[in-house]
């Protein structure tokens, strides 16, 4: 599935629900759900920042990641009318990192 110079591929791995991602030639591998809402990750909007970081952005509720470390890079953006009443649910928890795994090929 190629959308915006990406192409992303669930892929079921044991337990495992995972996305295979490429970007601009780089291979990335992270859990399917984001870690706010659990909601799928296969559409969100992968971007380098102005730093250089290759981020995913969750569809539903804005939140962004690194997809080389799984860090939080906004924790649910209260960006528009339906990410204020998200971002309002997760205000007073802890932004939870997503899981990212190395791509060997």
């Given at each position: 599935m190629r959308r915006c110079g990406k192409s992303s591929k669930a892929v079921l791995l044991g337990t495992?629900?995972?996305?295979?991602?490429?970007?601009?030639?780089q291979l990335y591998c992270s859990e399917a759900n984001?870690?706010?809402?659990?909601y799928p990750?296969?559409?969100g909007e992968i971007k380098r920042t102005e730093d250089g970081v290759v981020s995913i952005e969750?569809?539903?509720?804005?939140?962004?990641?690194?997809?080389?470390?799984?860090?939080?890079?906004e924790w649910c953006p209260k960006n528009?009318?339906?990410?204020?009443?998200l971002g309002g649910l997760k205000e007073?928890?802890?932004?939870?990192?997503l899981r990212v795994y190395p791509v060997v090929i």
């Open positions: 495992l629900n995972l996305i295979l991602y490429e970007f601009e030639d984001s870690t706010a809402y659990k990750l296969i559409d969750t569809p539903l509720d804005g939140t962004t990641y690194d997809l080389t470390t799984g860090a939080v890079l528009n009318l339906l990410r204020n009443f007073k928890e802890k932004p939870v990192p």
